[in-house]
Structure formats: structure tokens, C-alpha cells
């Protein structure tokens, strides 16, 4: 099965976006019926989460406590200005992987999938295998 490229500009310094229908739509397209769904982040400011996609307040909550565990300004050896978002980023981690069956994904009932921008505004990609 061919990688599918989810492209995502974000618009802040730091969000969580929803990616779950791209996600989804790369599932259908795959033909796949059962098997599994690997999403993976090349970037090193940002991450990926699977969490509540119901509330957005808790992306905002996610997001607020990311900034009061790693701040932006810090004692960091890393001078580019951006060493919060390589911890931040390291913290959620860059791949998932779903389960994929009668052709959709597997989530729990409020789950979405979410991409972590850490260093914003960009232009990013998420890649996306299904694989049976």
C-alpha cells in the first residue's frame, strides 16, 4: 500500500489539530479491511495524540499544561529559541498506530487524532501506511 501525505499549515505557535477525517479517508482509500493504520510525524517540533476530539477545551487544557510542564523560555542549551517544542514534541512522540477493521478506523467513542505543532506557524505533513 502507497504513503498518504496529509498536508497541515498551522497557524499558531502551538495547536492541536484534528486530523481524524484525513486519517479516516487514508483508511478508505486503502482498500484495507482489516489490518492496522500507522500515522507517523517527521518532524522533530511536533508530535502526535490520540485524545478527546469531543471538548476542545481539552486541547486548550493539553496544551496549557505542555507549556507549564516544558515553558518556552527556559534554561535550555539548545539557542534556536525552540528547545521547548523538541522536548514537547518528544513527550507525545511522532507515530501511532490504529486498528483498522470492517475498513474503518478503530477509536474509542470521543477519540480523535490530533497533530502537535510545538513551533508554529508551518507547513507540515503527516504520513499515513495501511497495512493489512
Keep these: 500500500m502507497p504513503v ?3 498536508p497541515i499549515t498551522t497557524k499558531t505557535r502551538t495547536s ?3 486530523i481524524t477525517p484525513q486519517v479516516a479517508q487514508a483508511v478508505r482509500e486503502s482498500g484495507v479491511r482489516s489490518g492496522l493504520c500507522y ?5 522533530t517540533t511536533a508530535g502526535l495524540t490520540i485524545n478527546e476530539n469531543a471538548d476542545p477545551s481539552v486541547r486548550r487544557d493539553i496544551l ?7 515553558p518556552r523560555h527556559g534554561d535550555y542549551q539548545h539557542l534556536e529559541g525552540n528547545a521547548d517544542a523538541h522536548v514537547k514534541s518528544s513527550l507525545l512522540g511522532h ?3 490504529i486498528l ?3 475498513g474503518e478506523l478503530v477509536l474509542g467513542t470521543w477519540q480523535g ?3 502537535a505543532e ?3 506557524p508551518r507547513r507540515r505533513r503527516v504520513l499515513v501506511k495501511v497495512s493489512p
Design 95 to 97: 507515530a501511532l498506530t
Design 39 to 43: 500515522v507517523y510525524a517527521p518532524h
Design 118 to 120: 510545538f513551533d508554529g
Design 64 to 70: 496549557a499544561t505542555l507549556e507549564r510542564l516544558v
Design 100 to 102: 483498522v477493521e470492517d
Design 4 to 6: 498518504t501525505q496529509i
Design 16 to 18: 492541536l489539530e484534528d
Design 113 to 115: 487524532i490530533f497533530f
